[in-house]
């Protein structure tokens, strides 16, 4: 006998008949379940139930204390990896991964700034440790076949904004892309790809091997290959995309527009192009 099919709109314990199942954002707009059922197939959602739905974790710690359950309200949230806990991240993972030596290289003029034990240590975006420097750096881009880390002097720095992406086949939670941009290729939407960031509003570009080109209608920061883009129209969760390219960043477009005004022409296979079905 087949399974119900659900959606989540209304009252956490009302579920009402549907074709398929889709997951919304919650009341604060931050996306604890959407960001990790993006992935889960609808088969699985169907039956998949929520038991706190639309509730806010405000709201559910003071049901806990009416319940005096106090050990509940005393445990500290996991602010990082929490399979790691407190231990020194670097640590950890080099007791897997073997030391690949590489050096900082500021992105403005290329000066070795330090050194460091792994280029995978880092993640765009994060402040670089470097000795024997006070100043903050941040990381803008990584090498992994020459080893080096670039970086830049400020936490807003242009090389660490991008607008355009690519993601890989997009998994849609509803199985099938919206009908708006199977019929015009292009749908206006929001995405995210960090826990609790802002929604980015954007443009949907899609390609005929299911692959989507994602179009920021700002330059955002910290976009990095092998993190999720998490799509939403309106408070649905549409599904999600791991990235696989990135277009230039600000810097580099700066740094173009002041060496020449005609741009050269690029090949077809030139990363940070226009989006092209």
Known sequence: MPLPLATMQGPPWRMRKSLSRSTLRDQMGCS????????????????????????????????????????????????GICFIGKRNFEH?????????PGKFISIEDNKVLGTHKGWFLYTLGQRAKISGLREPWYVVEKDGIKGDVLVAPQVDHPALYRDLLRTNRVHWIAEEPPATLVRDKMMECHFRFRHQMALVPCVLTLNQDGTVWVTAVKAVRGLALGQFAVFYKSDECLGSGKI?????SAYTLQKGKNRTRVAPEVSSDSPGLHPTP
């Open 32 to 79: 604890e379940i959407d960001l990790k059922s993006e992935i889960v197939s609808q088969d699985a959602l169907r039956r998949t139930i929520f038991p706190l739905g639309e509730l806010t974790k405000d709201f559910v710690k003071k049901i806990a204390a009416e319940n005096r359950l106090h050990h509940v309200l005393q445990k500290k949230e996991s602010m």
């Open 92 to 100: 950890f993972i080099l007791q897997y991964l073997q030391p690949r």
């Open 244 to 248: 696989l390219r990135l277009g230039p």
